[in-house]
């Protein structure tokens, strides 16, 4: 299971987008429509390559924690510090992972020399792989494999990222003042614009906060909505 709620994530990213084609169809046509998106279909959509590879194998994929039954090697390898991520998604990967190790035996054994090959022998390469690993800690991994151009990351705890320096670089962490509750962090927007860079303007809502404001906004008047308030139509704090 993920670590987050990937598909309301995804599905509220999906909006966005469907959103801003409606909104371009409606200035090409001058017709606006009605957007149909569900949790169900977004789910569906992320799991496009597996279904791809069902209809191309007949195979359902396994469960491997972090690893990946159709690309090898792609998963957590244990370090003697912490966890570090490698991503060698293709034969080119490997070739630099395996250089920047020093590992040339690996390179020169002609059955990991594909991604196919790398998959079939699993059994045989994982273990040396793991060993190696093994041997050094994550951070001597890292300045080894990055410089190489080898896609890897340590596995952070969520508590080593307002500190880490893409984070900080990145402005991916807000810090907010929250009434009644002190400092509180939140993640930033990832939409990054060069001309019109999105802004945070308010701070999460409380339980019916802005409610009185918004209807005020689009006609209602105070007698209408302490009607509403009282009929418990509408929650107001």
């Known amino acids: ?19 801003a084609f409606a909104l371009l169809a409606r200035h090409k046509t001058g017709k606006g429509q009605r957007l149909d998106l569900s949790l169900f279909d977004v789910g569906m959509h992320l799991m496009s390559h597996w279904l791809t590879n069902l209809g191309l194998t007949g195979e359902n994929p396994l469960r491997m924690g972090t690893g990946n039954s159709i690309l090898f090697p792609l998963r957590v390898f244990k370090t003697k510090t912490k966890p570090i991520y490698i991503a060698g998604t293709n034969d080119a990967f490997w070739k630099i992972l395996c250089t920047a190790l020093g590992c040339t035996d690996w390179l020169a054994d002609t059955r990991f020399s594909t991604n196919e090959g790398r998959v079939t022998h699993r059994a045989e390469l994982e273990p040396m792989m793991e060993a190696r690993f093994a041997q050094h800690t994550c951070e001597e991994l890292l300045a080894t494999l990055l410089p190489a151009g080898m896609p890897c990351s340590a596995v952070n705890l969520v508590s080593d990222l ?3 320096p893409q984070v900080k670089a990145r402005h991916a962490i807000l810090e907010y003042d929250y009434p009644g509750m002190g ?8 939409i990054k614009l060069s001309d019109s860079p999105v802004e945070v303007r ?6 019916g906060e802005h409610t009185a404001e918004i209807m ?7 007698s209408e909505i302490a009607a509403l308030r009282d009929a418990k139509a509408v929650g107001l704090p």
């Open 183 to 190: 400092k509180v962090l939140a993640a930033n927007n990832p």
């Open 202 to 207: 308010r701070l999460a809502p409380r339980i």
């Open 162 to 164: 307002p500190d880490n």
């Open 216 to 222: 005020k906004s689009v006609g209602y008047s105070d």
């Open 1 to 19: 299971r993920v670590g987050t709620a990937a598909v309301d994530y995804s599905t509220g990213a999906f909006c966005a987008g469907g959103i």
